[in-house]
């Protein structure tokens, strides 16, 4: 006997929600649309019977399929990427979106590729970070805005750190363009602090929630907001039956095409989190670039790179990103201890799942992850 009583397809708008009611048999029962908010919503589907309800990932897709599963129902969220019968419909329009969720949810919820949303604290945590992401890019164009401005009347911005541009440059900036320059610089100095504070509130949420961050930055070229990022973006490292798999839930394995005896080699995926992808790879030009320190991660990556061409060595920084991430998440869900060159494998052994002491006697490297990822195949 079916758990639900109805199947429920809801076309997510920014305004409206269209939604089409089915039965078992996949006779329509009803259909309409309400407005995109919580009392609209609650209104309509709170004292409906436990149904089954599929609906696109989206913008309020969070936040609403939190609330429909608070209301008992059992809710489904569609990859609309990889429903083509939505996607790639001739005739598309937002009720027949909803009698095509409704279907395919009654028929097999496997052809919906559901995804599953963050929690409610998880997804308020991971907008901090998106936050200050979007006031560093805003510092980084005005920054280059001033330098721009200066060499096109002839003069040249020192060379500086972004955090104390408006302390060196401010202080250079020529009379004729001081008056179109100084608020940018008093813009730029206020975004700095702005930045700051939220690098303090970062550190806050890893003391307090994430303790696991601490840990992942032993890696050289891992701070605070990669490794924060890569705990919040992840959240629960044990959905992963592999660790080798993150390197593609983050899009950083390449396209397959292979028919016969074709298989080009094709650019990354790309499908997943874009800031998190852009992060592992600024931590992957730390671990390549004069700075970063010698490990079996970067004599990899420049082993890959040997004797090629600039393409070459851009496309092993994004190897090297893959394989950090693979390599951050195999810490996270064991405990072990990262050691940068000497790894035994022999020492090393799994820590229980759940285990919130760190045994800093057991190494772990990619050497090691490398030897238990070739035995997994």
Known sequence: MNKYSTVVGIDVGDKYCHFCVTDHHGVVMEEGRVMTNKLALRRKFEKMDRARIALEAGTHSPWISRALSKWGHEVFVANPSKVALIYANSSKHDALDARCLARLARFDTDLLFPIEHRNAQTQADLAVLRARDAVVKARTQLINHVRGAMKAMGYRAKACSAECFHKKVGAQIPKELYAALSPVIGVIKSLTEQIKGYDSVLNEMIEKRYGVAN???????????????????????????????????????????????????????????????????????????????????????????????????????VAVARKLSVLMHRMWVTGEVYQPIGYAQNDTQAKPAGSDEIDRKRPFSPAGLACSARSTK
């Open 215 to 317: 840990l992942l930055q032993e890696i050289k070229g891992v701070g605070p907001v990669t490794s924060l990022a890569f705990v919040l973006t992840i959240e629960n490292p044990h959905r992963f039956a592999s660790s080798r798999s993150v390197g593609a839930y983050l899009g950083l394995v390449p396209r397959r095409d292979q028919s016969g005896d074709s298989d080009p080699q094709l650019r990354i995926t790309k499908r997943g989190d874009r800031m998190m992808r852009r992060l592992l790879v600024g931590a992957a030009n730390y671990i390549m670039g004069p700075f970063g320190p010698d490990t079996e991660l970067r004599r990899w990556g420049f082993a890959l790179a040997e004797g090629g061409s600039k393409r070459a060595k851009r496309r092993a920084k």
